[in-house]
């Protein structure tokens, strides 16, 4: 893989979760070659949430903070994060504020784009694993299957195991169809 990707972060009224966030990624060993910068957007928020920002020593790639005079939400915000993303990047990360990134979020969101063309839009996923019987950690061990999912009895049972349709947070986008197929 030769481009860059780039790590977007919407925020608001999270100094309690945001710094986790940043030292989850700092904490993260191997997979920084491939990233070209990290997106903080501060959505209006009333609480110390730039504050946290800027009290993370974070030396990974730069890292730039976007600022909302006032509360957008989370479409206003994941529309002025996208736009800030460098001409030529073609893929991004999304990652909440009050997530934390395993030390193999880089790597294996790194093999996955590897495998994935133009006509991917995204790939998702969580950080636990749902069967009929069990829940577990992904990626403990490493999978080396991507799942391609689409049949509404598929989305409707997974909707009713995990709660949400579409897991954004975590997300690997393709920066042309997000656009294409209109934002959030």
């Known amino acids: 893989m030769t481009a860059k990707l780039e790590i977007i972060i919407p925020a608001y009224n999270c100094e309690a979760t945001v710094t986790e966030t940043l030292r989850s990624l700092q904490n993260i060993s191997a997979g920084w070659e491939h990233v070209e910068r990290v997106i903080v957007c501060d959505d209006g928020s009333t609480d110390n949430t730039v504050a946290a920002i800027q009290s993370v020593p974070f030396d990974r790639c730069p890292l730039t903070l976007l600022r909302h005079k006032t509360n957008q939400g989370e479409p206003g915000c994941y529309t002025t994060l996208v736009n800030a993303l460098s001409e030529h990047t073609q893929w991004f990360l ?3 504020s009050d997530d934390l990134a395993l030390n193999c979020f880089l790597e294996r969101n790194i093999e996955i784009l590897a495998e994935c063309d133009e006509r991917v839009a995204a790939v998702s996923s969580n950080f636990y694993v749902f069967t009929e019987s069990m829940e577990r950690l992904a990626h403990s ?9 689409g049949s509404a009895a598929n989305e409707i049972r997974h ?3 995990v709660g949400c349709w579409w897991h954004i947070s975590g997300s690997l986008v393709n920066k042309r169809l997000w656009k294409e197929f209109g934002g959030t």
Not at 141 to 149: A, L, Q
């Open 94 to 96: 999304i990652l909440h």
């Open 141 to 149: 061990p490493t999978e080396k299957t991507i799942v391609f999912r």
């Open 159 to 161: 909707t009713a195991a």
